[in-house]
């Protein structure tokens, strides 16, 4: 119930590859934060042309993806967008 409680808004980003945190179990985790603006980027391994799965972010082969994603963190939006 104190998810209710959370009115900032919230952007999660998962790579389609993570079999940690994959975007479903994101997605459902984040329906508790039902007065929270919920905005998620679900991000293409393919895009890179490498695994990402759960700690790949942080290798340099994906420094490409970081400006997208810096990107996406600064903008105002809403609702689900593909990487």
């Not at 975007?23 to 695994?51: H, M, W």
Request: charge should be positive; hydrophobic fraction near 40%.
């Amino acid at each position: 119930s104190r998810y209710a409680d959370v009115f900032t808004p919230i952007k999660a980003a998962n790579s389609l590859d993570d079999r940690w945190a994959m975007p479903a179990s994101r997605d459902a985790f984040l329906k508790g934060y039902c007065n929270a603006p919920v905005e998620t980027l679900d991000i293409d391994p393919a895009t890179i042309g490498k695994q990402i799965g759960h700690m790949g972010y942080f290798r340099s082969y994906a420094m490409p993806l970081w400006e997208d994603v810096l990107e996406w963190f600064t903008k105002p939006g809403n609702g689900r967008r593909r990487l």
